[in-house]
């Protein structure tokens, strides 16, 4: 991308998105068009020069974007994701793996809690330390009616989106340092819920809480805990069932910026929240959503 101003409205994609539907966890290599999470597109500045971070969800979409980011700050980077997404994921290592830096992976499923912990233990370990839990993993499905949404739906959308955050955050506590960081994932759901996304919307919501209260616990020790808020944005989660099909050629319309944002277009907030530029901010929630409010 030129050094050039660029109109935010017409910067990435911002027709129609051609109709299209793939099962839950859908492959980024397969979407079109494929969202632009940074490959070519994000410039690094040694803001992260020798961190090594944890990415959950790093295989595609936002956790991607962050994942190219720290690399290309200078971070060793382990991810996170769906033994389904290995394509995905090996496309995103052989990136970090480009700019000279570390990509671990570690495929697995964090609505069990025992993966968590051996999720932390062998990040720390293959990285030789840990510094920053990026937790960008969820899981959204819309169902129409409150009477069609299954026990089922309801308790692994809350294990995913709420639960994993607990149990990595517990895996990891002994090993991050005064300085260390956590960043977790809501959404604009958080503060304006769909009516066909109820689980969805209340995992964003209680993400919000834990956030504030984990850095109120964790701020003693020098650990910051932060949280971005993203708005539509073009990614895998909303092709295999987190929108209705028929309203993808038009996602992201609805906000002021009239398009979906791309997941490079949050990388800079996850890199902000990560680094020093950020040691006066914490229980913060950082919204990237093409002008819709959160509050
Ligand atoms: P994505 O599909 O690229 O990322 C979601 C990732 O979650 C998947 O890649 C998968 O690896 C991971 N995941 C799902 N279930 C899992 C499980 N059981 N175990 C381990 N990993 C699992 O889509 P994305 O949009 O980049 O989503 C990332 C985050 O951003 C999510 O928390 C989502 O709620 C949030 N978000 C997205 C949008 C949007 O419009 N795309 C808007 C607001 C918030
Ligand atoms: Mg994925």
Redesign the pocket.
Known sequence: MSKQICNPLTKYHHGKFPKQKQAA??L?CEMDPIPDCGEKTYQGHGRLEGRKMLV??G??????AAAIAYAKEGADVAI???PY?QK?AEDVAKVIEAVGRKAVLIP????DEAFCKKLVEQAHQKLGGLDNLTL?????TAVEDIMELTTEQIKKTFE??VF?LFWVTKAALGYLKPGSTIIT?????AYQPSGNLLD?AAT?TAIIAFTRGLANQLSSKGIRVNCV??????????I?G?QPSEVIPEFGKQTPLQR?GQ?VELAGVYVHLASEESSYTTAETYGVTGGMHIN
Do not use: F, H, M
């Open positions: 966890p859908a980024q959950t969800g295989d595609s979409g936002i956790g991607r996170n994701y769906l997404e995905d697995g499923d964090l609505s960008v993993a969820g899981k959204q995913i989106n994993s994932t809501s959404s604009v759901q969805y964003k808020a993203p708005g539509p944005v073009w990614t895998p989660l909303q295999c987190g979906a997941p």
